[in-house]
C-alpha cells in the first residue's frame, strides 16, 4: 500500500546497533526499561518526525468515519439474521478489511481470564520471564518471548514486548506453557478456534463459496496466540507500540483491554477501533486477500501507546505460520474470470511468512513480492 515513506531510511547519526544490543541483553524489554523509571524514551524508540508520523496530529476537521460491528446472536438458527451478518461481514472485508463482532459465543469471563494471564506474564517475576526470551524465530522453539521480533532489521524500535505460542494444529502441552497462560490459553485457543470456523463460514459465504471452502482449503489449520504488552510511555509522541503493518495470516481475532490505542488505516486517515466490552476484533490478514485475490483487504493498522497507562492485547493468528508445509495457497479458481484473472503467485505459509519476518514491519506491504 506504501503508506507511509519508511521510517528510518535517514541512517542514524549514533552507533545503533549497539543500543539495541545493549537493549536486547536485558532481556527484559520495553517493561524493563519503564520498570527501571526512564523519564525520556531512548533514541532507538524514536520515530522520524515525518507528518504521517505526527501520530497524535489533530484530525478533527474530518468526520470520522465508524468501524461496523457484527452482531452473530442467532445466526445458526435464523437464515435471515445470518444473511444480514454476511452481508455486513461482506461490506466490512471488503472496504475497511476489519470489523468487530459480538454475541460471538466465548463468555466473558474466559475473555476476562486470557487477558489477564498477559498481563500476568509480563508482571511476573523478571528473572522467571527471562527465561522465555528467545530470537529464535524457526519454529522449533516453542515459546518465544521477545521485544521487537524484527529488531535487528527495523529502523524504528516498537514500544512492545510480546510473546507467541502455536496452539494448531501440534498444541503444546499445558506444562510448557508458561505458568500464567497454563490453564486458559487451551481453553481459549478451543473456543478462539470454534469461532474462527465459523467466521470463515460466513466469510465463505460471503464469497459466493460452499461455506465450507475456506475450511477445507485449509485457513483453519494453523492458530498461534501472540500476546502483546505495550508499557506506559513517558512521551508516547515520539514513538509508535506497532508502526503501520497488515497481518501475514487469512484472519486475525484480536481481544484488547479497555485502554485503545489500535487505528486501521481507512480512507485515507486513521480511525479509531474503539474498545467495546465482550467484543472481538476481527481483521483480514495478507493470505486471505492473496487467495481471494484482492476482493476482501487485509488493511494496515497499528498501535499508538499511552502515557499513563499500559495495555494488553491477545491476538488470535489463523496460520501455520513456519511450520514447514507443502500446501500451497493461491487465488481461489471460483473466484478468477477472464475478466479476473489471478493476481498473485501460489505460496506456502511458511514461505509468506519467512519472507515477511525477513523484512520486518518496515512500513511496506509483504503482499506486492507475491504479485504476479
Ligand atoms: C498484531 C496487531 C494489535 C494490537 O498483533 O498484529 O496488530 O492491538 N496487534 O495489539
Ligand atoms: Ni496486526
Redesign the pocket.
Known sequence: MGLNPIPGTIQPDYDRKTELTAFDETKTGVKGLVDAGITEVPRIFHLPPTPENLVNSDQTSRSKPCLPTIDLEGINEDSIKRKEAIEKMKNALESWGFFQIINHGIPVSILEDAKKCIIEFFEQDTDVKKQWYTRDLSGKTKVVYNSNFDLYSTPVTNWRDSFYCTMAPNPLQPHELPLPCRDIWPEYSKQVMKLGCCVFELISEALGLNPKHLFDIGCTEGLALLGHYYPSCPQPELTIG?PN?A?NDFI?ILLQDDIGGLQVFYQNQWTDVPPIPGALVV?AGDLLQLITNDKLVSAE?RVLVNKNCSRVSL?SFFSTGLMPTTKVFEPIKELLSKNSPAKYRGTTVKDYVDYYNGKGLDGTSALSHFKI
Open positions: 506497532i503493518h497481518d486475525t481483521n493498522h491476538a
